[in-house]
């Protein structure tokens, strides 16, 4: 078993950063890909980033490339995702998520979900 708790989010204006923590216990966080996704209300949940394994590749939407990136700190079993240049278009409720064995980009193959944390951003 994984649990996962998101923090870091709130409102910040259009141009702004926030940085997202995902704590994580249970497992080795470290073996398993953590993935990054949003969902904005009346929308379907959407692929934002994911960082492989212990010091593994990373994999953007391009939607966020160049401005979102994520990492993680094993030995704090934590992964971030620091969002810059921030558009009203990014205002959704973040979730992080593992899977012992899946490394891609559908939501519907991770098994363990954090809670989400909301991010708005004003124009």
């Known amino acids: 078993q994984v649990q996962l708790v998101e923090s870091g989010g709130g409102l910040v204006q259009v141009g702004g950063s926030l940085r997202l923590s995902c704590a994580a216990s249970?497992?080795?966080?470290?073996?398993?890909?953590l993935a990054w996704f949003r969902q904005a209300p009346g929308k379907e949940r959407e692929f934002v980033a994911i960082?492989?394994?212990?010091?593994?590749?990373?994999q953007y939407a391009d939607s966020v490339k160049g401005r979102f990136t994520v990492s993680r700190d094993a030995a704090k079993n934590t992964a971030f995702l620091q969002m810059n240049s921030l558009e009203p278009e990014d205002t959704a409720v973040y979730y992080c998520?593992?899977?012992?064995?899946?490394?891609?980009?559908?939501?519907?193959?991770?098994?363990?979900w954090g809670q989400g944390t909301q991010v708005t951003v004003s124009s």
């Open positions: 960082i492989k394994r212990s010091g593994g590749a990373t």
């Open positions: 998520a593992t899977d012992q064995f899946y490394t891609g980009t559908y939501s519907r193959e991770y098994d363990y």
């Open positions: 249970g497992q080795t966080f470290s073996r398993y890909a």
